[in-house]
């Protein structure tokens, strides 16, 4: 869905450097997420955000910070990165349909620590 | 917290032979239940789901089921294709939150 993008799609960098990822969202969806997908473990949360300005961790939010000052944005930033930050992450954002919160991700951003 | 297994991890089978995927869940308060496709290099979609008021919901080829008592449910995908294969996601969440817990995947595989 050309609804959520993010950017960049493709990122290389190195330990220690700072990183940030960017979501966007033309819904006005009130609620967002950060997931990271590493091989085995499926589809990890790592922050989510209820609105503009509200923030919650989730399973694995170490290392990670995020912000929402508008409903469309919700940049995930690695503040130091490690090599184990190596990952797939995608941004997703959910809408009410007949009662259920429905998730659609973004095309994912992979991201390579050196 | 919620905890979803699924299983099998891959699967491979004939063009045209039926392909099951099963994930439990451990939060009896979890009552909606999607299934994510995700093509190689792609962003996991959406391609059905089912509430936990239904025991069974089915889409041409696709079908889930929900057995929540056991607190399992099934993806069954019929008459397979290989434009199927792909990994495949359960997920489980709550109606008045937000949060989605997904299985680790299951790796489809159709030979033609």
């Known amino acids: 869905d050309a609804g959520i993008t993010q950017s960049p799609r493709y990122k290389i960098t190195e330990t220690g450097r700072q990183v940030t990822l960017m979501c966007h969202q033309t819904?006005?969806?009130?609620?967002m997420f950060w997931y990271r997908q590493d091989l085995g473990h499926g589809l990890r949360l790592i922050y989510y955000?209820?609105?503009?300005?509200?923030?919650d961790k989730g399973e694995v939010p170490d290392g990670y910070v995020v912000s929402r000052s508008k409903t469309e944005n919700f940049p995930l930033t690695l503040e130091s990165a490690t090599r184990s930050q190596t990952s797939v992450y995608f941004c997703?954002?959910?809408?009410?349909?007949?009662?259920?919160?429905?998730?659609?991700f973004g095309a994912g951003s992979r991201l390579t620590v050196l | 917290g919620e905890n979803v297994e699924q299983h099998p991890s891959t699967l491979s089978v004939q063009e045209g032979d039926s392909a099951v995927i099963k994930c439990t869940y451990s939060?009896?308060?979890?009552?909606?239940f999607p299934w994510y496709k995700q093509e190689l290099g792609k962003r996991p979609q959406l391609i059905i789901d089912?509430?936990?008021?239904?025991g069974e919901k089915k889409d041409q080829r696709i079908a889930v089921t929900l057995n929540k008592t056991a607190k399992h449910f099934s993806l069954h995908i019929t008459e397979t294709q290989p434009e199927d294969s792909a990994v495949y996601f359960c997920?489980?969440?709550?109606?008045?939150?937000?949060?989605?817990?997904f299985g680790t995947g299951t790796s489809l595989t159709v030979i033609p």
């Open positions: 089912i509430r936990s008021n239904v």
């Open positions: 955000s209820a609105a503009a300005d509200i923030t």
């Open positions: 997703a954002s959910s809408r009410q349909v007949s009662g259920a919160n429905v998730l659609t």
């Open positions: 939060d009896s308060a979890s009552n909606y």
């Open positions: 997920a489980a969440s709550k109606r008045t939150g937000n949060q989605f817990y």
């Open positions: 819904w006005s969806h009130s609620y």
